[in-house]
């Protein structure tokens, strides 16, 4: 079946540093893939998608390229900041006849040092 | 796109008693899913719910501790029975818009059974 794998943290970063959090996936067919991001006592966000290969997705700063030869999903951003501080989940989902279900790695939790 | 209205938004419930959730959207949609996510988790699909038919269940999830509703295409529910404090998470609500490539969450319903 479908499943996500995420880098395992907590991470922590100072502020202004480089940050890629690892996910890969697994699939049949061709699934879309999103990052969620839910910050402390908050929902989930959708942070940013991709829906084919080689699709990047970008927002606030974050991207993520959908490789489809390497099933990769990495989420980086090039400087973050202490408001970055958050859990992030890399997730796809897949049209089928049960709908369009959604499945969750299982987080990885980011803290920024100012 | 669609937005979706959890209520209770958050509850302290007594052991033994039972709790239902409800979730509005703003636009007919096929297909509903609740997800649990339990402290410090990941996001796990309970079920899914079609207007018209009984809920399908998850491995791990059975109708009678988790029984749904879905009179019809803008409205469900879920009720977490006879709880326990295992049960202590937060419930979200999902949604399927034919034709966009993303699921869309309600702000979750965080439960406490003590």
């Known amino acids: 079946g479908n499943s996500v794998t995420q880098m395992e943290g907590p991470v922590t970063l100072s502020e202004e540093a480089f940050l890629t959090i690892n996910c890969t996936y697994t699939a049949t067919g061709y699934p879309s893939l999103f990052w969620y991001v839910q910050y402390p006592g908050e929902g989930l966000q959708l942070l940013l998608k991709a829906t084919k290969a080689d699709d990047k997705g970008s927002n606030k700063g974050f991207e993520a390229t959908y490789r489809k030869e390497t099933t990769s999903f990495h989420l980086e951003k090039g400087s973050v900041q202490v408001s970055d501080s958050a859990v992030y989940f890399c997730a796809l989902s897949a049209r089928n006849t049960g709908g369009f279900k959604t499945i969750f790695g299982a987080g990885t939790r980011l803290f920024v040092k100012a | ?114």
């Open chain 2, 1 to 114: 796109s669609a937005v979706i209205s959890q209520k209770p938004s958050r509850d302290i419930c007594q052991r033994g008693t039972s709790l239902t959730i409800q979730c509005q959207v703003d636009s007919q949609v096929t297909m509903m899913f609740w997800y649990r996510q339990q402290p410090g988790q990941s996001l796990t699909l309970i079920a899914t719910a079609n207007q018209g038919s009984e809920a399908t269940y998850e491995s791990g999830f059975v109708i009678d501790k988790f029984p749904i509703s879905r009179p019809n295409l803008t409205f469900s529910t879920l009720t977490v029975s006879n709880m326990s404090p295992e049960d202590s998470s937060i419930y979200l609500c999902s949604v399927d818009v034919t034709g966009i490539t993303e699921a869309f969450f309600g702000q979750g319903t965080r439960l406490t059974v003590v």
